[in-house]
């Protein structure tokens, strides 16, 4: 496992910690999520290309 750094706006990080979760625990979530998405996107382009 890697560690990573990432710089948030202030109003970013107040509205996750207005949402009363940990900013670790968010971003790991929003990351896991942005790369779901990206490998769906990636399978579809490749299946549309097959056709």
């Given amino acids: 496992m890697k560690t990573i750094a990432a710089e948030l706006s ?3 990080v ?3 910690r207005s ?4 900013e670790r625990d968010f971003a ?3 990351i896991e999520e942005k ?3 990206e ?3 990636s399978l ?5 290309e097959g056709y």
Avoid: G, V, W, Y
């Fill in 19 to 22: 949402l009363q979760r940990a």
């Fill in 44 to 48: 579809n382009e490749l299946l549309a």
């Fill in 39 to 41: 490998k769906r996107n």
């Fill in 28 to 30: 790991m979530e929003a």
């Fill in 10 to 12: 202030d109003s970013d």
């Fill in 35 to 37: 790369i779901a998405r």
């Fill in 14 to 16: 107040n509205f996750i």
